[in-house]
């Protein structure tokens, strides 16, 4: 037995009875303005919204709500959750925290065409200045890239945005396709990884249209797309062939974006004393041009 002057504490409290989803909502419903929602506020027992105002916004019962609240009628379905998300302007971390409490899983990702990153990750990869890397989309559609990436692997800015597509500079851009050391072996990589990336990147419509138009401009990405298979995307080696400094020999990996999910982040590092040298000849290069 605990000593009588120490208090349970309230994850404790959560635990023992079972009801850390119904503990969350009650709390982050209690930090609700109700002025803000455009109800009354009026005489009230508690602070934040009443249960059937959160129900009302969520159209939902408000019944159902309640025994949520209380840890009864078994698990709310993914829809039902999305709801009080919106009812409750849920922040991402808050919608997915719930989900984890409600059904032992994040939601499913929910795809946004963006064009640009923070400038907070911008200056995360400006400090990696021997390092090129960059931002990828769930489509692959590359969204920011240090000076490093434009010194070797291309300069993004000059590109139209579409054009900015890995898959589309693999399997149209003859210039990308003579880098490689061999072409083929990264190129089935590369359509693997993009496949095990868009089963889970919640972009379905997008990657379908980006699928068929790459199959109807390439038969080589047809072939592989065919093919189905699989390759994981964490780290790897790589050798590109640059017509200015010959061959780099590069170590790769890649990184979630936290809070993110449809972005992840991609360094290459030069794995040997002399890439180091070669990627600092072509950025010195670079700004001699600019």
Known sequence: MPPHDVQPSAADDVLETGHALGSFLRDRRARLDPASFGFQIGRRRTPGLRREEIAQRANIS???YTWLEQGRGGAPSADVLNRIAAAMMLTEPEREHMFMLALGHPPEPRYREIDGITPRLQRVLDAMALSPALIRTATWDVVAWNNAAAALLTDYATLPRKQRNILRLMFSNERIR?????????ARYVV???RADAARAGAGEEIRQLVEELSQSSADFAALWRSNDIAGHGDG????RHPDVGLIELEFSTFAVEGRPDLNMLVYNPATPEGVEQIRRLIAAREARA
């Open 192 to 194: 693997g990884s993009f």
């Open 237 to 240: 080696t790589k050798r590109i």
């Open 62 to 64: 408000p019944t159902w």
């Open 178 to 186: 003579d880098a490689q050391e061999d072409w083929l072996h990264v």
